[in-house]
């Protein structure tokens, strides 16, 4: 029902209507713009049937059928009778002449406009004569029709799109009204209506953004004002990575930020801006809608912007949280107009490597190798037929018809272990135990989003699933997330509002940092095993210990997945705000937010009984249940007072912050379960012995007082100061508060007069910043005090000699520190942005230095101080620098084809200036046999890998003699480098072999439209990264793990292969080949990936129309379609942890290809 | 409309005021979480829960940083005295820092040594905390008599920390309750015997003498530790009469007084451990609490043969020159000193497990097939030792591990984890052992030597108490059913008969040390002995070195045998004690020079 004229009328009944209506509105005036009015009261026919019907019902009728408006005062129809009419394509004369006939009423009509009156009453004063009806055209710069532009009345819902050849007709427009014109990508443009009839506008391309308003530490600033090092992600490229987290989609976006991921469903990424500046938890603060949060429960549908704070300027104002680096996330809101409704959703099917990726040996060639190594232990008949484990605990190979392995002595009881008799048939070809735990995955992803508001109330609401499979069988996460945010306008000052996310995930926690993991036991796993036994049901696996007749080793990967298919973490998590904001004394904006957190998560760790397994098939099942709930509140006020002076511009903000969180868990354990069935696993249907729980608890508040200053001078001299105070609970008394200030500058030469007249040169700023940030989150709550704790396994002793059970004891657990303070990162940064080329190409280059004034670490102390845990002090210093450099280039050539490109890169140079404790590294990423193979050490880089120099292999006798002492040498081992100048081999020849952290990585995204098709693909790399690639500890010597082995053993230095760069095949443990750290572990972990290549088709206006939508877009993806890479496991994308990393163990690859199809449409 | 702007500008004025109100001091207090401070532990219970704590360091398996998943083991017990003396041979030859001790090659970086050496220094600290809580404790708390002996106590276990820091590594710092994280950088340059002694010779003068609890240090067990210290010194003269009051008077902590049991294998039977021949244990326990086992004998279960299902980790072997030791002389039934190794007994390395086998038939002493499984011999009630319970019998031999090991009926009164944890306690001095030390004293001071003849004799006869000899079995293939009164070998020993005062000094040295040998094999004492008798005149080198090349001498026999002793050696002056840790050097570094000093050679 259009426009209502309620001017005189009882306006709340309509009020509601009119609502309803919009969107109806807004089709029918897109349909009608071709229609010509100047006719109309002679062209609309009209149908009126009506009965006893009251005028307003009649005057509502023709409203409906008619682009006619009446006009009337609402208490002049109330005295007036019910009228009668029926008539066939009337004109409306006709039909007012007989309706009003009786009713003493006289009507004028103007254009469309119907007034209604009193006779000889005066004409009412209404607005009619000041709105207007509006047409106009639409093109881009180029001069091209631009279709589906939104044209709008400002502060109104009321609008239009504009048809295919970029006209529109927009009615009822009010003389004094703005209309804006809005199109994805293109600058908005609004245009005071100001007696035109005509409106004809040319959109330009949005300019690249710098006049974009950016949201920076508590305010927003004109993206061309910032003058700290500032990231500003190209959210649409970002999200063209089909991925349920927010994480991965970053990878490769900004400069400054290096990503590395698992590919394991919900496994978290590790994320570092600008290089690992402490030995302890490097994430980034990430705030999302200003409120703590984690990038990986996001997905990157829901973000509409995303900064990254990379410097003191701008990431000092957050203290002692933003040393890190600061990741600020403001999620999709709800926009002015009417409501649309908007699915995205694809689905996708990730494909493992195909063949024998971890190439191992099959069964003959395993035995080959094996018996060339160990010539003593076995295999003298060739290839087993069976393998075996009797009720008695022998276990064996047997050849067929072996009375042994009878069938019918097979027995399977999972109650009475003891008894069983299993039997297993040997794989003659050999098991692939890759191609066994990884299968084909399907992952699906769906978001439904409503939004919409008026210029007084704005509303968002969003439904999420995720639905990830891994290739890694029995590995998963569900994520569902519900989303709602809105603002309201009370009067014209205040804005009131909330944010509300929940997530729900749900996993089963699988990792791969750790050793034993599922794919390091596919390569432990000897190749004769099966998976089954000779029911088909239960799983084989190594069934004897003793290496005697080697069915020792490898832990059946296929079994550890399904038979803990029921493990799972799950987690909900409610964050959210409200906030106000008032407007006051025109410059002054107050605002308050609250936030709160609340968290909740469960977990259920079932430890099967290991029939199958040798080493611990005794060990009874157990099952842990543990629970763990968390809240935080975080309690943001803040003031700004915002003026402009002449040239001068000057925006002043300060603020307080009170920040407490807690968390608490507990856990029950109990053992013995009689079967394993999820639903039965309830924690007391377990044995009486053997009960276990327990409890945690941690409790922290963090109090802050922050001011910020920005001044500005004819745009052209930029100057910005914050300070922050921060308090935290975390310190003692002494030394809990810390300040943090920051001062930054810009200089904006496109401004000076000697460069406005270069016409390429569209925008150029220099911008230098220097200031602190601080970081606490390394120090345990209790760091401050000297405390003694108590724990069964700590400090309980038998002192009675009872030998079944124990007294409780106490012990110093923990020496305190009460002036440990904060970390103080001083950075430096300098930087310049430009634009040239008509705004084609935009480049942001900068170099930074930061450094740590007092590193939070661990007190080294001596043995001789007792074993409490040391405290954490301020001493030890990391330095990081490096840049980044990122550049985009964006070009229209024709109306169909445009074409964009960025890339970035981050380079950082790390280096431990300073450690504490007189001995000045400290060793750590501790391996299986081959012990410590880091070393942070003073004057290199974080993670170095320590250890031997391998210069060769021994040729042969003659070699080994004529090379210096060297501990097990001998012909066909490595030769170590003798680095130190003095005879023989030491650890004092030890060297650092490499380092995990790379020299720079890379990201390139590409974007193509053509018409309705768009094309993207986005590349990452990593060049100069090293690899401690501990896999091959388990598959090239025999010595240790002998039951998988790599096949390029088939070339190990022989006596008659002397030329070989394997080491020869020896049975025991060596110096000179595993049993120390040395580099031929260390691999050139360098890598070029490219993660996505996306074709997308979007239908076109004319299509949409007929199916009524605004958008839909399909589109086909290849994620990780290649890579190009010389390491030799399966990713040399690894994670790992701060101090220790770059360490492959075994890793759940992050680079399978994955093909999806997607959806994306609103209506 | 007016009214809704000022009541949110009221709310947000409020909640601004509000968050300043917030920033009181209070805000930003806040207390420990979980633990407790020394002012709540000062009174008498909690200083006693603070000396239980320093009891539960004797269980190495509690200390910082060490971890049996790691391939490092810590302890008391096997690996540096057993497997580095070649009594015993380790089993896992892959790795590196345990099969130094076999080689001799360790390293100061090695984690292992580090481990030891913070491991020993934590209960060393644990004993002070225990002197700084007693300290803090108000006088009206706790008797002076009770505070006695809670500082006794707590003296006695610095003083053994200490010792076994001194025995292993040498040159070492004494560490009391004066020193903190603060003053913690001691050098190790003077010799801490004395300071050993006093805190022995405290803990010996002011202990009660019957004690609570047997796991407590009582009065006997200071003067039995006390006169260790001495000895490994060489004051023979002021161990003895320690020794001999010992003996004359020392009763357990229960007040049983001290005499050997009757049967030998009762010593580490878990079921009768509380007994007149302890002195002081280790307490080890089965708690019921988990599969974790945390306050299990984990030590020696790794050494244990794997008796299906999985009671041990398979990782403990013997030497043949060890096992060889055991035979007897047929005719006098005392050991064979110098022939021992003339002719190897006979065994099954190599030999398939259906190959046929018989055991040694000439005579030995009885308690050979308690400290040693061999084929063919019961082992308890599991059965007889097949090839299978060897980890990796062609490289580790035909001889495992059988001390400290227990029935297979017990099964379900240990934990089972992936070996069985058991709660056998490990015996730091029995009175076998005061025995045996007196009679060596005896000898080294020039005092009676038929006395001490009279001391070996007691431990020889308890040894020849035929009931507890190993039997066969009723019924070889259902080992439950049972044992014959058959000895299950040839089992043959007796007293000296005036042998040591016959033939003089020497002789009655070299008998003496036998026996500790035989009697004590297995129980972490051979290395420390042979660190004692070298006392610099290089009897250690000779005597490893020898045993060394006995095991090698094998290599040309069965093929692959002991891999780990190629090129290993015992070097003179170095290797009777192992190397301060590197770690710990570089941490003690003052102005570019280490307060800790190396031992020589390292």
């Not at chain 1, 254009?111 to 005066?122: A, I, M, P």
């Not at chain 1, 001493?875 to 990122?886: A, E, H, V, Y």
Request: one cysteine or more.
């Amino acid at each position: 029902m259009k426009m209502h004229q309620i001017i005189l009328g009882d306006k709340r009944s309509w009020i509601k209507k009119l609502r309803i209506m919009k969107l109806t509105v807004i089709l029918l005036f897109g349909s009608m713009v071709a229609m010509s009015a100047t006719t109309y009261s002679q062209t609309a026919k009209l149908n009126i049937s009506s009965k006893n019907a009251a005028l307003i019902d009649v005057f509502r009728n023709i409203e409906d059928q008619s682009e006619f408006y009446f006009y009337f005062n609402k208490e002049d129809l109330k005295t007036k009778e019910a009228v009668t009419v029926e008539m066939k394509d009337a004109q409306i004369n006709d039909v007012l002449d007989q309706v009003l006939a009786k009713t003493g009423l006289e009507y004028k009509i103007i254009d469309r406009y119907v007034v209604v009156k009193e006779k000889g009453s005066d004409e009412p004063v209404i607005t009619m004569q000041v709105a207007r009806k509006i047409t106009g055209k639409v093109t881009d710069t180029t001069g091209g029709a631009l279709p589906g532009v939104t044209v709008a009345i400002k502060g109104t819902t009321t609008g239009v799109i504009t048809d295919n050849n970029g006209n529109y007709s927009l009615s009822n427009v009010p003389d004094n009204a703005v209309l804006v014109f809005s199109f994805v990508g293109l600058k908005n443009q609004e245009i005071p209506v100001g007696g035109k009839s005509v409106i004809n506008v040319s959109m330009a391309e949005e300019a690249l953004g710098i006049e974009e308003v950016v949201v920076t530490g508590y305010s927003t600033q004109r993206k061309k004002d910032i003058t700290g090092a500032v990231a500003v992600v190209d959210v649409q490229s970002m999200k063209a990575m089909p991925s349920g987290s927010g994480v991965v989609a970053l990878q490769g976006q900004a400069s400054g930020v290096n990503i590395i991921s698992s590919g394991a469903p919900g496994a978290a990424s590790q994320i570092y801006i600008r290089g690992i500046g402490n030995f302890g938890n490097v994430a980034p603060l990430v705030l999302i809608d200003g409120v703590g949060g984690n990038l990986e429960d996001i997905s990157a549908n829901e973000i509409e912007s995303l900064q990254v704070l990379k410097d003191a300027g701008s990431a000092a104002i957050y203290g002692v949280r933003g040393s890190n680096g600061v990741i600020i996330v403001t999620t999709k809101k709800g926009k002015t107009g009417a409501p649309t409704v908007s699915y995205d959703a694809y689905a996708g099917l990730q494909l493992p490597f195909s063949g024998n990726p971890l190439n191992m040996a099959n069964t003959e060639e395993y035995i080959k190798l094996f018996k060339s190594a160990i010539p003593y232990h076995g295999f003298d008949n060739g290839i087993p037929d069976y393998m075996y484990r009797s009720g008695s605990g022998a276990a064996a190979w047997a050849m067929a018809g072996d009375p042994a392995v009878d069938p019918a002595k097979y027995k399977y009881d999972p109650i009475t272990l003891g008894t069983n008799y299993i039997i297993a048939k040997v794989n003659k070809q050999g098991t692939n135990w890759y191609q066994e735990i990884f299968k084909p995955a399907v992952t699906s992803n769906q978001d439904l989003t409503v939004s919409g508001g008026t210029e007084k109330a704005k509303y968002l609401l969003s439904l999420g699933y995720l639905d990830q499979k891994g290739t890694l069988i029995e590995t998963y996460l569900k994520r569902y997330s519900f989303k709602v945010n809105t603002e309201y306008n009370v009067g014209k000052h205040i804005r009131i509002g909330e944010n509300l996310y929940i997530i729900r995930k749900a996993g089963n926690g699988y990792t791969n940092t750790s050793e034993s993991n599922a794919v390091s036991n596919a390569m432990l796993i000897n190749p004769l095993f099966p998976v089954y036994d000779i029911s088909g049901k239960q799983f084989a696996g190594a069934y004897s210990y003793p290496i005697t007749t080697m069915l020792a080793y490898g832990s059946n990967p296929v079994a550890n997945q399904k038979l803990t298919n029921n493990n799972y973490d799950h987690s909900l998590q409610l964050t959210g705000n409200i906030y106000a904001e008032i407007s006051f004394l025109k410059h002054f904006v107050a605002r308050t937010s609250m936030g709160l957190s609340l968290g909740n998560s469960e977990g259920s760790g079932f430890a099967y009984n290991r029939y199958f397994d040798a080493q611990s098939f005794a060990v009874p099942n157990n099952l842990t249940l543990s629970m763990g709930n968390s809240w935080s509140y975080l309690f943001t006020n803040t003031l700004k007072y915002e003026n402009t002076f002449g040239d001068h511009k000057l925006s002043v903000l300060a603020g307080s912050e009170a920040n407490e969180g807690m968390s608490k868990s507990v856990y029950g354990y109990r053992q013995n379960f009689l079967v394993s069935d999820a639903d039965y696993l309830l924690l007391q249907n377990g044995s009486i012995d053997g009960i276990q729980n327990g409890s945690g608890k941690s409790h922290g508040t963090l109090f802050s007082l922050f001011g910020r200053a920005d001044y500005s001078y004819l745009d052209k001299y930029l100057l910005a100061l914050t300070i922050r105070r921060d308090g935290s609970s975390s310190f003692g008394p002494k030394s809990r508060y810390g300040y943090f200030p920051s001062v930054s500058v810009g200089w904006r030469l496109s401004g000076e007069s000697f460069l406005k007249n270069i016409s390429w040169l569209n925008d150029l700023k220099i911008r230098a910043s220097y200031g602190q940030a601080g970081n606490a989150s390394n120090v345990n709550p209790n760091n401050a005090y000297s405390v003694f704790g108590t724990g069964v396994g700590k400090s309980y002793y038998d002192i009675a000699g009872s030998n079944n059970s124990s007294t409780q004891g106490f012990y110093a657990s923990q020496l305190g520190n009460d002036l440990t303070s904060w970390e103080k990162d001083i950075i430096t940064n300098f930087g310049l942005d430009g634009t040239i080329l008509n705004n084609k190409i935009e480049f942001s280059a900068e170099y930074y230095k930061k450094s740590i004034e007092g590193l939070l670490f661990d007190q080294q102390l001596l043995a001789t101080a007792g074993g409490a845990a040391a405290p954490k002090v301020n001493i030890g210093d990391i330095q990081n620098n490096g840049l980044d450099i990122s550049v985009t280039y964006r070009d229209k050539f024709s109306k169909d084809l445009s074409f964009n490109i960025t890339a970035n890169i981050t380079s950082y140079n790390n280096k431990v200036v300073s450690i504490p404790g007189q001995a000045g590294y400290f060793d750590t990423g501790a391996l299986r046999g081959v012990g410590n193979v880091v070393r942070n050490q003073v004057g290199h880089p974080v993670g170095a890998f320590f250890g031997y120099k391998v210069i060769g292999i021994f040729k042969d006798a003659a070699a080994v003699a004529a090379a210096p002492a060297q501990l097990d040498k001998r012909p066909g081992v490595f030769q170590y480098d003798d680095t130190d100048g003095k005879p023989g081999i030491t650890a004092a020849d030890r060297v650092f072999m490499g380092s995990p952290n790379p020299d720079y990585t890379y990201g390139v995204n590409i974007g193509l439209n053509y018409k309705n098709f768009d094309f993207s693909t986005v590349f990452y790399g990593s060049q100069g990264n090293e690899i401690f690639n501990q896999t091959k500890f388990y598959t090239y010597f025999t010595s240790f793990f002998q039951c998988g082995l790599n096949r390029n053993l088939l070339n190990a230095w022989s006596p008659t292969n002397t030329g070989s760069d394997i080491p020869v095949l020896l049975s025991t443990a060596s110096f000179s080949e595993n049993t120390v750290p040395n580099s031929w572990f260390i691999e050139d972990g360098s890598f070029f990936k490219c993660r996505l290549i996306t074709l997308g088709y979007t239908l076109p206006p004319s299509v949409l129309k007929k199916l009524t939508l605004q958008k839909l877009r399909v589109y086909l993806q290849a994620v990780n379609p290649f890579q190009i890479t010389k390491y030799s496991g399966l990713d040399p994308e690894i994670p790992g942890s701060t101090s220790a990393f770059g360490i492959d163990v075994g890793n759940y690859p992050n680079n399978q290809r994955q093909f999806n199809a997607g959806i994306s449409l609103s209506f | 409309m007016k009214k809704i702007y000022f009541k949110i500008t009221y709310a947000v004025c409020l909640m601004t005021m509000l968050s300043f109100i917030s920033c009181t001091k209070s805000y930003l207090d806040i207390k420990p979480i979980g633990s407790v401070s020394v002012a709540i532990l000062a009174n008498k219970t909690g200083v006693n829960k603070v000396l239980i704590g320093a009891y539960a360091t004797l269980e190495t398996n509690h200390s910082n940083n060490v971890g049996y998943g790691d391939g490092y083991w810590v302890g008391y017990g096997p690996f540096y005295s057993d497997i580095a003396s070649h009594e015993a041979i380790w089993g896992f030859q892959y790795e590196p820092n345990t099969n130094s001790f076999e080689r001799h090659d360790g390293q100061p970086s090695y984690k292992v040594f580090a481990y030891h050496w913070v491991n020993f220094y934590y209960g060393v600290q644990a004993a002070n905390d225990v002197l700084r809580v007693l300290a803090a404790v108000p006088t009206d708390q706790l008797t002076a008599a009770e505070a006695l002996q809670i500082k006794a106590e707590a003296t006695f276990l610095r003083a053994l920390h200490h010792f076994r820091l001194k025995k292993t590594f040498g040159n070492v710092p004494y560490i009391d309750e004066t020193i903190t994280a603060n003053n913690c950088n001691v050098s190790n340059a003077t010799s801490i015997w004395p300071k050993i002694e006093a805190d022995f010779k405290f803990a010996a003068d002011n202990l009660d003498e019957t004690k609570a609890d047997v796991g407590r240090a009582n009065k006997w067990a200071a003067k039995a530790f006390l006169a260790e210290v001495y000895m490994q010194q060489g004051k023979y003269s002021d161990a003895l009469p320690l020794l001999t009051s010992c003996i004359t008077n020392g009763v357990t902590q229960k007040g049983l007084k001290y005499a050997l049991v009757a049967n030998y294998p009762d010593i580490l039977n878990f079921r009768k451990e509380a007994n007149s021949e302890q002195v002081f244990a280790i307490q080890f326990t089965f708690d019921g609490t988990s599969v974790a086992a945390p306050n299990g004998n984990w030590e020696y279960a790794v050494i244990q043969p794997v008796t299906p299902p999985n009671q041990g980790g398979g990782g403990g072997f013997c030497s043949f020159d060890m096992v060889n030791a055991f035979k007897t002389d047929a005719v006098t039934g005392l050991p064979m000193f110098d022939t021992y190794n003339d002719v190897n007994m006979t065994n099954d390395q190599g030999l398939g497990l259906n190959d046929p086998f018989t055991p040694y038939a000439g005579t030995v002493d009885p308690r050979l097939d308690f400290t040693v499984v061999r084929r063919g011999i019961p082992y308890f009630d599991w059965g007889l030792y097949n090839v299978n319970w060897a980890y990796d019998q062609p490289e580790t031999g035909p001889y495992s591990w059988k001390k400290f090991s227990f029935n297979k009926a017990d099964l379900a009164a240990v934990q089972a984890n992936w070996v069985a944890v058991s709660p056998i306690n490990v015996p730091l001095i029995r009175f076998a052992d005061i025995l045996l030390r007196a009679a060596e004293c005896l000898v080294e001071t020039g005092g009676s030597l038929s006395t001490a003849e009279g001391y070996v004799n007691q431990v020889r006869q308890r040894a020849a108490n035929q009931s507890a000899w190993v039997k066969t079995y009723v019924n070889n293939s259902s080992p439950a059913l049972g044992f014959t009164n058959t000895p299950a070998a040839n089992y043959f020993i007796s007293p000296y008969t005036g042998q040591f005062t016959a033939n003089g000094a020497t002789y009655a040295r070299k008998a003496i040390r036998f026996e500790r040998r035989l009697e004590l094999a297995l129980e972490s004492k051979r290395f420390f002995d042979l660190q004692r008798w070298d006392a610099g005149s290089g009897s250690m080198a000779t005597e490893l070195n020898r045993i060394l090349d006995h095991s090698r001498s094998f290599m040309t026999i069965y093929k692959g045998i002991y891999p780990n002793m190629v090129g290993a050696k015992f070097t003179k002056g170095k290797n009777e004690v192992f190397p301060i840790p590197q770690s710990q050097i570089d941490l003690s570094m003052v102005e570019g020079k280490p307060v800790l000093v190396q031992n020589p050679g390292y």
